[in-house]
């Protein structure tokens, strides 16, 4: 039996970099990377890490940019593979978040996670997992959905599942980052730039259906192509939202 298909999947990740033109699976691609590092000011001697980092393409976008020595983790192993073997500037570890303590003895000055967040069951318990590998005054950037309110009575379905499972609650976003071990500082609202990213996704994903069905079959596409409009149409009615966060580890 063929296993089931999940945009998360390794898959998934390659239609979506076929879709973008290169190895991004958020929204934005580098449009979004560079909007959402703007503050981060550029130093080649910080510690970066990239959790959840795909197949690598944000992780050496970073590390090209200048704004430092980029660590990516992943879950996937095959992603990780990619990434180490296109990527070889940046590191990459297969890796669980809950699973960082383990791994890293020297602290990050900063961690990065490009829609991620909204994928991880507990938000709090991965929040403790990076504080616990960053140094003192570490940034904290979370680009990602968010539920403005009363997403999670009405989620967007990929068939049984939900297919953004926990969008960032706008609601008590404060107190998660402290239960957590980090300190809110600023929420930008990305929600229009997520209107018009995915208007333009859609279109990619039009445009590219005879290499999606090359890749993956033509299912695969109608599937894909049927997530991503009910995804354009959730953000215009303004059902889930876009933003970025910025946060810096609390102090003991």
């Not at 879950?75 to 180490?84: F, G, L």
């Amino acid at each position: 039996m063929t296993d089931p298909f999940f945009m998360n999947s390794y898959l998934g990740k390659r239609i979506l970099a076929l879709v973008r033109d290169g190895d991004y699976a958020h929204a934005g691609e580098e449009e979004a990377i560079a909007l959402a590092m703007a503050p981060v000011a550029k130093d080649a001697r910080r510690r970066i890490l990239d959790a959840g980092c795909g197949r690598g393409g944000t992780a050496a976008y970073m590390q090209a940019g200048g704004w430092g020595s980029v660590t990516g983790i992943d879950i996937e192993p095959k992603a990780v593979d990619y990434a180490r073997a296109t990527y070889p500037e940046a590191t990459f570890l297969q890796c669980d978040i809950a699973e960082v303590a383990a791994r890293f003895e020297e602290p990050f000055d900063v961690v990065t996670m490009f829609n991620v967040f909204y994928a991880l069951p507990d938000h709090v318990a991965a929040l403790r997992a990076l504080a616990g590998v960053s140094g003192p005054n570490a940034q904290l950037v979370i680009f990602d959905y968010v539920d403005p309110g009363g997403y999670q009575d009405a989620p967007l379905m990929d068939g049984h599942i939900r297919f953004l499972p926990h969008p960032v609650p706008l609601a008590g976003l404060g107190e998660t980052l402290a239960s957590g071990g980090w300190r809110l500082q600023s929420v930008k609202d990305l929600s229009a730039d997520y209107v018009r990213w995915y208007a333009a996704l859609v279109a990619k994903i039009e445009a590219k259906r005879d290499e999606i069905v090359a890749l993956a079959g033509g299912d695969i596409y109608e599937h894909v192509h049927g997530l991503y409009a009910g995804l354009e149409a959730a953000v215009r009615e303004g059902r889930v939202g876009g933003a970025v966060i910025y946060a810096e580890k609390a102090g003991p």
